[in-house]
């Protein structure tokens, strides 16, 4: 819920600073990137950064998103869902 109360306001993934060289992609439900990041460092707090769905810098819309996670550095790819409520 990124509304500025200071709970759950941002993506954190535990772990993520054992893989500086990693990138989170999330996609909206119909398969869209709607953010990507390259070295992400916990710091997604909702907003888009593509222009694909929504002009970038704005809020995507309440939802269910699906990410990936790669770690180059692990050798690893993990994926997940994330739920944003405006």
Do not use: C, W
Request: net charge negative.
């Amino acid at each position: 819920t990124p509304n500025g109360d200071g709970a759950n306001d941002i993506l954190v993934l535990d772990g993520i600073e054992n893989s500086p060289n990693n990138v989170l992609e999330i996609f909206n439900r119909y398969g869209v990137l709607v953010y990507s990041q390259a070295n992400y460092q916990n710091d997604f707090d909702g907003l888009s950064n593509r222009e694909s769905v929504v002009k970038r810098g704005t809020g995507l819309a309440s939802g269910i998103y699906f990410y990936i996670i790669t770690m180059h550095d692990l050798r690893q790819k993990h994926q997940g869902y994330l739920y944003i409520s405006n």
